[in-house]
């Protein structure tokens, strides 16, 4: 599947400068709750998904510094939309 292409670009130069960059830009703060980079571990979260969105994986206003406890309540926090599709599917 999607799984190993999509996987492979977070590895990539690309990828790096984009984390670097949202985390420049949002000045290392998490933009949800405030948070800084000093008190809690950031993630760049993909606003539109990395995996079915190629051609916005790169773009910053695709991104958004958020910390572990935001980034985990979002629809696409590991994978958790594509859980939620299949169990509506099944049920």
Excluded: M, Q
Excluded at 13 to 42: A, P, T
Aim: glycine share 6%; with cysteine.
């Amino acid at each position: 599947g999607i799984s190993r292409t999509y996987k492979s670009g977070y590895y990539s130069l690309d990828y790096k400068k984009w984390r670097n960059d949202v985390f420049e830009r949002d000045n290392y703060i998490c933009r949800n709750c405030g948070v800084s980079g000093s008190k809690s571990y950031l993630t760049a979260h993909h606003i539109k998904s990395f995996a079915y969105y190629p051609e916005l994986r790169f773009s910053l206003a695709n991104g958004i510094t958020l910390c572990e406890s935001c980034h985990s309540k979002t629809d696409n926090y590991k994978r958790k939309n594509n859980k939620l599709k299949r169990a509506k599917k099944f049920s």
